[in-house]
């Protein structure tokens, strides 16, 4: 049983927790990570999910995501969601978000790190990832088109692309 700590709609904890799976009260939220990681060559790492997986079976994700668990901060889930699905260790005690995007149940934060990684030093999560590879802006988004990749909105993938190595959403 995966316990999630609730949130107000201004983000403040609320002192309360509620089970996976249940349906949130109206006006209670929780808390999503998703971590992108980018290399040098301006490739996304991207997981492909189990064909077992509940939701989007063997289909294309971002490099990890997942709910924050009860006691949980934004960096803390972050770090072990990232570790958890495919074995990279990556300190987030210095690290924000670059995004935060609010869906109908909660907060979604986005970090969007920069590290080249050798795919065979992963350590690939059995239950949840089948695969990962790099993959270019133009090659995720042809997923997408061909129903191989979540389907997110393009202008996320976009914006993903465009937001990594920088803070905020001024050209500079």
């Known amino acids: 049983m995966e316990l999630w700590d609730v949130y ?9 927790t509620w089970i996976r799976g249940k349906e949130l009260e109206p006006w209670d939220f929780h808390l999503v990570i998703h971590v992108c990681i980018f290399n040098s060559n301006g ?15 063997n289909l294309w994700d971002l490099t990890a995501g997942g709910s924050a668990i009860a006691g949980d901060t934004s960096q803390t889930a972050a770090k072990r969601e990232l570790h958890e699905e495919i074995g990279l260790k990556v300190d987030f ?38 695969n990962v590879k790099w993959a270019s802006k133009e090659e995720i988004l042809t997923l997408i088109k061909k129903e191989e990749f979540l389907p997110y909105y393009e202008s996320l993938i976009h914006l993903l692309f465009d937001c990594r190595n920088k803070l905020g959403t001024i050209q500079r």
């Open 8 to 16: 107000d709609v201004n983000r403040r904890k609320t002192d309360r």
């Open 43 to 57: 490739e996304m790492l991207i997981q492909q999910r189990q064909s077992f997986k509940e939701g989007w079976p």
């Open 93 to 130: 005690q210095h690290i924000r978000p670059h995004l935060t995007i609010n869906f109908e149940n909660g907060f979604d934060d986005i970090y969007l790190i920069q590290e080249d990684v050798q795919l065979h030093t992963l350590t690939l999560q059995y239950e949840e990832v089948q």
